[in-house]
């Protein structure tokens, strides 16, 4: 009834959020009867609707300018749903279908039957979509964002596809996708616009791979690079990205184990400005290169062999954390279970310009002093619980 109500007295309705409501297939019929300019819609997460809220479709004319439709968790769905969806919306250009379990590929099919005009699809954790989906997708359009994540089944027949149909690509989100392997970067590097990429936890990627993205054509495009995870990536990586990638931004490094000292080293001189290093084998020494790197957010979480040594050395890192950095604004060395009172005594000579500290599961830093640093920051997150427990709890969520 009030959905009844609110779509019969705003017959001009641009942008519908319903997100995690309990509407139903009357609702979505009221919409698309009276919501004739509708653009956005968003029924993530409701699970009362069916296929027949979108039967409609075939016969109304209420979204017709639909550009923007998210579906994520409405596991409900099946191929006729979003075969309705095809017929009723040829102006669709942004679908989220995220969170799918029970999503295959006729569902995908069925969607691109009539929808030629896709430029941004999100999927992540659909585990069950093969190549045969990511090929299609492809082939019916000419997408400039695509993430998927949490999925073991595409492999580099997706990529070479998705690559060679859409060349004007610039987001790319494909973490936790065992199948990509260096073949696969092989034609990512071939997009010529592509801006952001993250291939976090994708364990086949080595330093080869990462040669050929550097070696490619969006060398002076990308500006977001995560690499999290990639547990076969060494020095020779940074390296290539430290001197190939002129306007790189973000660089996460996270959790690569094989990075030593000399990779933060390698950083010296490049346009990067924020870094995570979180969980690295990083030292007091290589710390003491960031001094020659201009970042204005570090991520240190889980570094634990950093001590107070490299943050106050006078020949090291201090020249650069606690010396009025003009650079340094967020500041993250959760986890860094060496870190001492004494290293927050040195930083209180960068607040201001730091005005974001996190030092959660900091199990040697008291809480008198780390209160002392509250004040001087907008933005402060504070706890000495035991590392493991924390950061097993981070993963869980």
């Known amino acids: 009834m009030m959905i009844q109500r ?6 001009c309705l641009l942008y519908l959020n319903l997100s995690s409501t309990l509407v139903t297939d009357h609702s979505l019929k009221a919409i698309f009867r009276n919501c004739l300019s509708l653009q956005y819609l968003s029924l993530a997460h409701c699970r009362r609707f069916t296929d027949e809220g979108f039967l409609c479709l075939t016969t109304e004319k209420g979204a017709r300018n639909l550009t923007h439709l998210n579906l994520s968790e409405c596991s409900q769905m099946t191929a006729n749903g979003f075969r309705y969806i095809s017929a009723g919306c040829p102006s669709l250009t942004e679908v989220v279908i995220n969170d799918m379990p029970t999503l295959s590929d006729s569902c995908v099919l069925a969607l691109l039957t009539s929808c030629y005009c896709l430029s941004s699809v999100s999927l992540l954790w659909c585990p069950n979509l093969s190549d045969v989906a990511i090929k299609g997708i492809a082939k019916a359009s000419n997408l400039k964002f695509f993430s998927i994540e949490g999925n073991n089944q595409i492999t580099d027949v997706s990529w070479q596809a998705l690559c060679s149909h859409s060349q004007g690509l610039c987001r790319l989100q494909a973490a936790d996708c065992p199948g990509m392997t260096d073949d696969s970067l092989r034609y990512v590097a071939s997009l010529k616009s592509l801006k952001y990429l993250d291939i976090s936890l994708c364990s086949r990627v080595s330093d080869a791979g990462i040669k050929c993205l550097t070696d490619g054509s969006s060398t002076d495009e990308l500006h977001h690079l995560s690499i999290s995870r990639c547990c076969l990536v060494t020095d020779n990586s940074v ?3 430290a001197r190939r990638l002129r306007k790189l931004y973000h660089l996460n490094l996270s959790y690569c184990e094989r990075l030593t000292d000399p990779a933060v080293e390698l950083l010296s001189g490049s346009s990067i400005c924020s870094l995570d290093l979180s969980g690295c084998n990083i030292q007091d020494q290589g710390l003491a290169a960031l001094q020659r790197i201009h970042l204005k957010k570090i991520v240190l979480a889980e570094c634990v062999n950093i001590t107070d040594t490299g943050m106050e050395m ?18 993250d060395m959760s986890g860094c279970t060496l870190l001492t009172d004494r290293s927050l005594r040195h930083l209180k000579r960068i607040c201001p310009p730091l ?7 900091c199990s040697s830093i008291s809480w008198a002093a780390a209160i002392k640093l509250q004040a001087r920051v907008s933005h402060w997150e504070y706890s000495n619980f035991n590392p493991s427990s924390c950061f097993d709890c981070s993963a869980n969520q």
């Open 314 to 331: 006078s020949d090291m890192a201090v020249l650069y954390l606690t010396s009025g950095s003009q650079y340094l604004r967020e500041l």
């Open 239 to 241: 390296r290539r990205i």
């Open 6 to 11: 609110i779509t019969e007295g705003c017959p």
């Open 355 to 361: 005005t974001s500290i996190r030092m959660t599961c």
